[in-house]
Nanobody
Framework: QVQLVESGGGLVQPGGSLRLSCAAS????????MDWYRQAPGKQRELVAS???????KYVDSVKGRFTISRDNDKNTVYLQMNSLKPEDTAVYLC???????????????WGQGTQVTVSS
C-alpha cells in the first residue's frame, strides 16, 4: 500500500509565503513524477506544478515566478514553496505521485488527502 501525506497549509495574508510538503511511503518501487494540484470551491482541479524524477519542471502560468517545486528523490518527498501569495491561490492543495508499486508493472496515480491554503486579509 502507498500513502501520501501533505503538510504545510494554513492561513496567510496576501503577499505571504507557505511551503507545502508531500511525503510518499509504502511499497514503492519507483516514482516517475510528483505533482501539486489545487481545487477551489466551484472550480475544476488545476495542475499547479510537476517535477519528474529527472528534474523536469512545469508550472501553470499563473504561479510562474512565485512558486517553486522541488523534490528529494531519496526521501520520496516533493515540496512547493509559495511566495507572494494572492487570494486567488486559496484552495485545497493535493499531492499526486505517478509511481510503480512493488506489486505492479504499471504506473499508477496516487493522491494525498490535501492541505488547505487560505490567503486572506
Amino acid at each position: 500500500q502507498v500513502q501520501l501525506v501533505e503538510s504545510g497549509g494554513g492561513l496567510v495574508q496576501p503577499g505571504g509565503s507557505l511551503r507545502l510538503s508531500c511525503a510518499a511511503s509504502g511499497s514503492i518501487f519507483s516514482i516517475n513524477a510528483m505533482d501539486w494540484y489545487r481545487q477551489a470551491p466551484g472550480k475544476q482541479r488545476e495542475l499547479v506544478a510537476s517535477i519528474t524524477s529527472g528534474g523536469e519542471i512545469k508550472y501553470v502560468d499563473s504561479v510562474k515566478g512565485r512558486f517553486t517545486i522541488s523534490r528529494d528523490n531519496d526521501k520520496n518527498t516533493v515540496y512547493l514553496q509559495m511566495n507572494s501569495l494572492k487570494p486567488e491561490d486559496t484552495a485545497v492543495y493535493l499531492c499526486n505521485a505517478r509511481l510503480k508499486t512493488k506489486a505492479s508493472e504499471f504506473i499508477g496515480n496516487y493522491w494525498g488527502q490535501g492541505t488547505q491554503v487560505t490567503v486572506s486579509s
